[in-house]
């Protein structure tokens, strides 16, 4: 009740507006939350498959009416990668990288098996919290725009090979790499420092990519 009525003011105040669904398998909500956001107009989706998870299961759904919407929705002017579907979907999932370890492991596999497929709409699943961003660089050459300053991009970044070895060469970072193998056990590179607009990363293989964003307007 209490987190309904934090819900309530925000609401009120223009800062948060209802979701348009709530997707899962619904076992930990309560009753009267659950009737308070239908009566809102918020449509509740139960999927009951317990070999999937709620994000998992929030991403059938968004693909299911995506096949809706215009192109236009589904473009983005930010990053570019080989070998990407045309009209790919753009998932922000906001406080993705939070809570419990293993939890965090699972958003980490969704990540990584949403951004491989190649059904139409793909999926682009971006991480975020309060302090980073994270997303999966296909195969190729990658260009990425990372404008640092307040409200933007903080200067850390990590190129972390979550699937397999990959050989990466980069461009416009403090210490580039220049053909080097990545793998855990081996070299990774992290708390690198962004020095330009641009990035360029090559990569042999799929890698994760993690900015940190600019937390001066939190301070």
Sequence with gaps: ????????????????????????DLDSIEPEI???FA???VAIIKDSDQFSTDIGKSLKHLKSIAQDWPSSVLEDGHCTAPKRPKDALNVVLVGGIGGRFDQG????????TA???TSDPGVRL??????????????????????VGPGLFGECVGIIPIGRPSAISTKGLEWDLDGQVTEFGGLVSTSNHIKREFLEIDTSERVLLTIELDSSERN
């Design 39 to 41: 009566s809102k107009g």
């Design 34 to 36: 659950e009737r308070w």
């Design 115 to 117: 951004s491989s497929k």
């Design 105 to 112: 492991f699972s958003q980490l596999h969704h990540l990584y």
């Design 1 to 24: 009740v209490a987190h309904r009525q934090e819900f309530i003011v925000l609401i009120a105040k223009s800062e948060l507006k209802f979701p348009a669904a709530i997707c899962g």
């Design 126 to 147: 971006f991480l975020v919290n309060s302090q980073s961003i994270c997303f999966l660089l296909h195969k190729g050459l990658n260009h990425i725009k990372t404008p």
